[in-house]
């Protein structure tokens, strides 16, 4: 069992940056496939980013393809999503999670942070 704590977020002002991080702990790190997932107010939790055990891959939901970036730190057990360019749909709790399966879209993920606030005002 991996937990993960989500920090970072808060508020910004639309075409701001924000950089939000997950810290992992228990077991390997570098042995899970890590991923950004986003639920906005009344909205279905949605896919943002994931990132491969190695951070040689990275995938990216289209709406946030050049804005937004997922990196990890395996020697810190930490993954982060810079967010640029922010926009007021961006607005939402941003979740981290952990699999321990690897390949492209649509692994299934099994461990889950609590969740950080990013609310993007104009």
């Known amino acids: 069992q991996v937990q993960l704590v989500e920090s970072g977020g808060g508020l910004v002002q639309a075409g701001g940056s924000l950089r939000l991080s997950c810290a992992a702990s228990g077991r390997s790190f570098s042995g899970y496939t890590m991923g950004w997932f986003r639920q906005a107010p009344g909205k279905e939790r949605e896919f943002v980013a994931q990132?491969?055990?190695?951070?040689?891959?990275?995938w990216y939901e289209d709406s946030v393809k050049g804005r937004f970036t997922i990196s990890r730190d395996n020697a810190g057990n930490t993954a982060y999503l810079q967010m640029n360019s922010l926009k007021l749909e961006d607005t939402a709790v941003y979740y981290c999670a952990a699999t321990r399966a690897f390949g492209g879209r649509g692994i299934n993920y099994d461990y889950w942070g609590h969740g950080t606030q990013v609310t993007v005002s104009s």
């Open positions: 990132i491969s055990r190695t951070g040689a891959s990275t």
